[in-house]
Nanobody, 121 residues
């Protein structure tokens, strides 16, 4: 089973910063896109930001100007730099990728287990 591994979550005060990382396992062969989602208690999971293989990025309006998604292709890792954090950013953050593996040429969607981000005084 292919699973991405997120890290970097934690507790931070409003106005603070965190950087999330998401490592792609070695079984992944070709990546089409990667994304960060979040899910707050009692709410549906929402797209936060995504980045294509060509480097194009997209952000949900609520994080524009505060969050930055980036990717290190050599390390097969995607990052989410979160600045000026607000209490409403509190959620479990998940990364995913649309990719093929070395055992299948079909593009499939793979998820990580999530990392908790809590923004509180």
């Amino acid at each position: 089973q292919v699973q991405l591994v997120e890290s970097g979550g934690g507790l931070v005060q409003p106005g603070g910063s965190l950087r999330l990382s998401c490592a792609v396992p070695g079984s992944i062969r070709r990546i089409a896109a990667m994304a960060w989602y979040r899910q707050a208690p009692g709410k549906e999971r929402e797209l936060v930001a995504d980045i294509t293989n060509g480097g194009s990025t997209h952000y949900v309006d609520s994080v524009k100007g505060r969050f930055t998604i980036s990717r290190d292709t050599a390390k097969n890792t995607v990052y989410l730099q979160m600045n000026s954090l607000k209490p409403e950013d509190t959620a479990v953050y998940y990364c995913n990728t649309v990719a093929t593996t070395f055992s299948s040429n079909n593009f499939c969607l793979y998820w990580g287990q999530g990392t908790q981000v809590t923004v509180s005084p």
